[in-house]
């Protein structure tokens, strides 16, 4: 039974407020809905259980087949009453049934009369409703009366008709958009909401016609549209319009920012809102453009509104990270704003100030911002922290004040990713801020002693291990890292003593001291613990052996994994324990990303011809090695360097189905064609694919593979080999499938005798620069990097015509085909900067790294400076001239 709302008084705050469904079931209302049945109906009653029946649909309450059939029967006996609050309830009872009940259509009849019925509710709702359940049938049937509602008088039935034909769009879109005529008619209405529907509804019918949506947004900008809401949308719509126009090139001209611009100046203000947004979101826009939405957005700061304070804010937060000088006029307004009782308005504020204040503004922020960070979620306490990181980076002789912010902050309450967030800024400061590196490690220190996520533990350890043995004075932090030791959990326990061991490898003079310590460690309780202890006193000499040289030491410790971790898991799964001890050399090194559209395609059959490709990132590599050098003409080829995703050279649901895998070698590349004949009945003979080399300077054709014979639905593979240039050889590839096709009499499964020559022409085919390029990730890159020559080193700086970082980032790794590292291909939402780490091994099994720093100097403007290193400096140079070719 449902219990009655308890009101909550003033002076009582902890008064628990019930709702009046609680403990409702299903089982009770079922029992209740009897009074459906009663020959004297209780209107108010009936309109209580169909709530209560409502209720439990709208929180997930299934009902099975027989329950809602009696339900919905129970229901329509309900159209005798003449009570028009009920039958609102009995329309919302029968959509909410139509989803899980096929004899909805049977109230089709009572629905048609209410239609057409006088009373003006009734017409709305039934229209609703009958659109909610009928069919292709049915609706041509109805589809007169629905055109005449479109256009009807009253608007409340107008706007019924068009949202029911918004709806409709998405299953019938061919007898929708027979109703353009009285559609755009109602565009026309002077009810406001009625135009509002009929402007969205015009427009879903002509969204695939992008001539006809110009000329809607042109006749509608020169008119008179009187909703706010409808000039809202039409707003948005004029900004697709001009996304999808380009600029005047003789006058410079964008097409409609008049329009938007006279927005601005509208009485209703989420109409000045919209277009204040709209501008402030167009490509390129120019300081000029921004100005008039700037100054509204302005005014808003200053609202009583809070919706109207915080739309403003936000909107100003994003122009911040492209436009920080055009927010600087507004500081004022916003320092106003930290205060705000809504501490959304207040985070937003203060991480807009810190984007667009200068270095003489840091302090006074840092102060404002530590009132309010304990009255925020954690949500909103990250996008402050990468804001401070942002800003510490930008202003560096401020790390002091920064950094001492960011440390109070972490010993206070707070979950795994706001932690997360604070250690993460900490180490990129100690990073890239040289000076901050003693003050940064010491914040790091004191926050494990009382950390209680193990993963940050071990990460600070791990980074602790490679830093603080370069610093000053090294020695201050053993005492932090035994604790660990002592009063952790084993996986804490044992990432110390790998930091312990990395301090005895860098600093002689804390040697004996680490000697003590990893002897106390043998005694642990943990074995992974007692065997890194005992593995680190043997390599460094501890134990009274010699251990080994400085340089094997550190290579082990401080080296990078030169194999992906889920190669070696794979490869480690496959071993097979024999006299023959594993060999880490064995591992494949290339990454293998599978794409969404893998995770998510269907089970399929296959058209490499070599199965089901294995979801491991070896086998596929594997097997293509093995059928490779089971061909006598590609024996002299050497090593296999690497094989290329499947490319498709043919379209879905095409009479044959192609695609290409590229294998790489020294000096030749070899095209595996896999092909699948997809139409029945039929046998291909004599399979050959005719490559153009016109496009590929240097490529020389050695050899081709014809396939013999492709039954129906049956894979298969043609080979052509290529002899290439040295170097970045690149080039583009035309293909023509040849072949000869018989007919095949299905009673017999024979073949005719005599065929048909024939051809397909497929789609182009490139070999780039990334082909040449194995995504190998590095697991410290710090290290790996400071392991090669310097002398092999080069820098280029760049401009890269790209809206965003993100687009920018994607862009460059895809040309290189390298592998991002310590996750730097993700970029923080409000970065301005960022900087990407790629890691990589050239073909001739040449180690390279490479340091990209972006930053947005403007709109479609990226600057971009790269940074490569190498084992030879033949391979900095051609991975520099990859990207000023492209």
């Not at 949506?213 to 707003?235: D, H, W, Y």
């Not at 302090?363 to 510490?392: G, H, N, P, W, Y």
């Not at 003590?516 to 390599?539: F, G, P, S």
């Not at 790294?849 to 403007?861: E, H, Q, W, Y």
Request: with cysteine.
């Amino acid at each position: 039974m449902a219990q009655p709302l308890v009101k909550k008084d003033d002076d009582r705050d902890d008064e628990v407020e019930y709702s009046p469904f609680m403990g409702i079931e299903k089982g009770a209302v079922l029992q209740e809905a009897r009074v459906f049945n009663d020959a004297q109906l209780d209107a108010r009653r009936c309109s209580q259980v169909i709530t209560k029946l409502l209720y439990l649909l709208n929180q997930g309450e299934t009902f099975t087949k027989e329950e809602a059939t009696q339900v919905f029967f129970a229901v329509t006996k309900l159209f005798q009453s003449k009570d028009a609050g009920l039958r609102r309830m009995v329309y919302l009872m029968i959509k909410a049934l139509s989803a899980s009940n096929d004899e909805v259509i049977m109230v089709t009849s009572s629905l048609m009369k209410d239609m057409n019925s006088k009373i003006d509710m009734y017409r709305a709702n039934a229209i609703r409703c009958l659109c909610r359940i009928t069919d292709a049938t049915l609706l041509t049937q109805i589809e007169r009366y629905l055109k005449q509602a479109v256009v009807d008088k009253n608007p409340v039935v107008a706007s019924a008709a068009l949202v029911s034909g918004i709806h409709l769009l998405q299953t019938n879109p061919d007898i929708v958009r027979r109703w353009i005529g009285e559609v755009q008619e109602a565009v026309q209405s002077r009810a406001a909401l009625v135009q509002f529907h009929a402007l969205a509804l015009c427009h879903q019918i002509k969204q695939n016609d992008r001539l006809a949506i110009s000329k809607l947004v042109t006749g509608l900008t020169r008119g008179n549209v009187r909703s706010p809401l409808a000039q809202c949308l039409l707003i948005r719509y004029t900004s697709q319009v001009i996304r999808e126009t380009s600029l005047n090139t003789q006058t410079g001209d964008r097409p409609f920012y008049d329009y938007l611009e006279g927005c601005l100046r509208h009485k209703a203000e989420m109409v000045i809102f919209e277009a204040a947004r709209a501008i402030t979101e167009l490509s390129g826009v120019t300081s000029r453009e921004l100005t008039p939405a700037i100054t509204v957005l302005q005014l808003f700061l200053s609202s009583s509104k809070p919706v109207l304070r915080f739309a403003a804010v936000r909107t100003l937060n994003k122009v911040a990270m492209t436009h920080p000088l055009a927010v600087t006029n507004c500081n004022i307004d916003m320092e106003s704003l930290i205060s705000d009782q809504n501490r959304s308005i207040a985070t937003l504020a203060i991480t807009t100030l810190l984007k667009t204040g200068n270095e003489s503004s840091v302090d006074r922020l840092m102060k404002q911002i530590t009132t309010f960070m304990s009255d925020i979620a954690d949500e909103f306490k990250i996008v402050v922290v990468e804001a401070i990181r942002s800003l510490c980076l930008k202003f560096p002789l401020k790390y002091r004040a920064l950094m001492n912010f960011l440390s109070n902050i972490l010993r206070e309450e707070g979950g795994f990713e706001y932690k997360k967030a604070i250690v993460d800024s900490i180490v990129i400061l100690i990073r890239d801020i040289p000076d901050a590196k003693e003050s940064g490690l010491l914040h790091l220190c004191e926050f494990i002693e009382d950390c209680e996520f193990t993963y940050l533990s071990t990460q600070i350890l791990h980074f602790l291990g490679n830093e603080g043995p370069k610093t000053s004075d090294p020695s201050k932090y053993i005492r932090y890292i035994y604790n660990r030791v002592i009063l952790e959990n084993a996986t804490v326990r044992a990432s110390a003593v790998s930091t312990l061991a990395k301090f005895g490898a860098l600093v002689d003079s804390l040697k004996p001291r680490i000697f003590v310590l990893l002897k106390r460690c043998i005694c642990d309780n943990d074995d992974e613990v007692r065997d890194r202890a005992t593995l680190y006193l043997d390599m460094l000499g501890g134990d009274g052996s010699n251990g080994e040289t400085g340089k094997d030491v550190k290579e082990f410790l401080f080296g990078s994994l030169d194999v992906p971790l889920g190669n070696l898991e794979t490869s480690l799964k496959e071993y097979d324990p024999s006299e023959e001890p594993f060999n880490i050399a064995s591992v494949p090194k290339e990454i293998k990303t599978q794409t969404m559209t893998e995770k998510k395609a269907p089970a399929k059959k296959s058209t490499t011809g070599l199965g089901a490709p294995p979801s491991a990132p070896t086998s596929a590599f594997d097997a293509y090695e093995r059928l490779l050098s089971s061909i006598p003409e590609f024996s002299s080829f050497g090593k296999l360097f690497k094989s290329s995703a499947p490319v498709e050279l043919t379209e879905p649901e095409t009479e044959y189905a192609v695609n290409v895998v590229k294998h790489i070698y020294d000096g030749h590349v070899v095209f595996q064609y896999n092909c699948t004949n997809t139409i029945p009945d039929s046998l291909l003979e004599n399979i050959v694919v005719y490559v153009d080399t016109s496009e590929a300077e240097g490529f020389s054709e050695v050899v081709s593979k014809p396939l013999n014979a492709l039954p129906y639905d049956s894979p298969g593979q043609t080979f052509v080999a290529f002899e290439k240039p040295e170097g970045l050889a690149r080039g583009k590839f035309s293909n023509i499938l040849r072949f000869i096709s018989k007919e095949v009499d299905r009673s017999t499964a024979e073949a005719d005798e005599e065929g048909v020559e024939d051809e397909y022409q497929l789609e182009d085919l490139e070999v780039v620069a990334a082909d040449y390029m194995l995504r190998v990730g590095v697991s410290n890159f710090k290290n790996a990097w400071e392991s090669l020559d310097p002398d092999c080193e080069l820098t280029s700086e760049y401009d890269l015509p790209k809206d965003s970082l993100g687009e920018a980032v994607s862009a460059v790794v895809n040309i290189l085909g390298m592998q991002p590292c310590e996750g730097t291909e993700t970029i923080p939402s409000n970065a301005r900067s960022h900087t990407c780490l790629l890691s990589g091994v050239f073909i001739g099994n040449v180690k390279a790294l490479v340091r990209l720093s972006f930053g947005v100097n403007g709109p479609k403007d990226i600057a971009m400076r790269l940074v490569v290193r190498s084992e030879d400096e033949s391979v900095s140079k051609a991975i520099q001239d990859i990207l000023e070719d492209s």
